[in-house]
């Protein structure tokens, strides 16, 4: 059993995979970004395009060669909740890339629109 590349102690399969296929949508804000950082893990670009919400949805979603996303670190959740109808998560994404490792550091925000949680858009650190 693999786990989830979200950093959750789970099987792919039983977390983030459930969300990619469908199965469930995201219940809160950083469960959606642990899903699309697992989605960008896997090179899911359909995925990524559904779960951004369309005013700021780019045409298409290029991924970088030799980038490896290799962890995620949850900083901090604010909102995002079945009560909430905006959210901000705060995160560390580690990569590996051309023989170095390095690190993304994002406030990312998200909304709920047709009744699931998209992301928005966010400020790298």
């Given at each position: 059993?693999?786990?989830?590349?979200?950093?959750?102690?789970?099987?792919?399969?039983?977390?983030?995979?459930?969300?990619?296929?469908?199965?469930?949508?995201?219940?809160?804000?950083?469960?959606?970004?642990?899903?699309?950082?697992?989605?960008?893990?896997?090179?899911?670009?359909?995925?990524?395009?559904?779960?951004?919400?369309p005013?700021?949805?780019?045409?298409?979603?290029?991924f970088?060669?030799?980038?490896?996303?290799?962890?995620?670190?949850?900083?901090?959740?604010?909102?995002?909740?079945?009560?909430?109808?905006?959210?901000?998560?705060?995160?560390?994404?580690?990569?590996?890339?051309?023989?170095?490792?390095?690190?993304?550091?994002?406030?990312?925000?998200?909304?709920?629109?047709?009744?699931?949680?998209?992301?928005?858009?966010?400020?790298v650190?």
């Amino acid at each position: 059993m693999k786990n989830c590349p979200c950093g959750l102690p789970a099987a792919y399969r039983d977390c983030c995979g459930r969300l990619h296929d469908g199965q469930v949508k995201a219940g809160t804000a950083e469960q959606l970004m642990r899903s699309r950082y697992s989605a960008y893990a896997k090179r899911l670009a359909a995925y990524l395009r559904e779960t951004w919400h369309p005013s700021t949805r780019p045409e298409r979603i290029d991924f970088e060669r030799g980038l490896e996303w290799t962890g995620l670190t949850i900083e901090r959740a604010e909102g995002g909740s079945p009560f909430h109808t905006e959210g901000t998560v705060e995160f560390r994404a580690r990569f590996h890339q051309r023989g170095a490792e390095g690190e993304m550091h994002e406030i990312s925000r998200f909304t709920r629109y047709d009744g699931a949680w998209v992301y928005v858009d966010g400020k790298v650190e």
